[in-house]
């Protein structure tokens, strides 16, 4: 499968069921429906530079960002939430059963429960 996007791909993809999720390195979020013709669909053009790679955490695309951000996108793109920590922020957050881990850019550890 091959799909154009506007800028090269942060990371690894991200996948909720058989629907694949991207950032670019310019802020751009991509939503990949591997039908029979795949294309890439624009969900969000963010204001700041994507620098961690897609989470996804109970259906929500969690993403990084060079200003020290972590933010909850739905499916669509609409922000659900966002969580402040040191710029910026270079590692994925990681899903707990209970919550997540965020690991801030200055390699400090934030664990947030539900």
């Known amino acids: 499968m091959t ?3 506007d800028a090269p791909v942060l990371g ?3 996948a909720i069921g058989d629907t694949l999720f991207l950032a670019t390195r310019v802020g ?3 939503r990949v429906d591997p039908n029979s013709e795949p294309r890439a669909e624009r969900i969000a053009s963010l204001d700041w530079p994507v620098t961690a790679p897609v989470t996804v955490l109970r259906g929500q695309i969690l993403l990084g960002g060079a200003d020290g951000t972590i933010r ?3 499916p ?3 922000e659900v939430w966002r969580l402040r920590v040191w710029r910026p922020v270079e590692l994925g957050p990681v899903p707990l059963a ?3 881990l965020a690991i801030g850019g200055d390699g400090d550890l934030h664990r947030y429960r539900r």
């Open 76 to 78: 669509d793109g609409t």
């Open 28 to 30: 751009t979020i991509y």
């Open 98 to 100: 209970d919550g997540l």
């Open 12 to 14: 690894s993809l991200a």
């Open 72 to 74: 909850a996108l739905r």
């Open 3 to 5: 799909v154009t996007v």
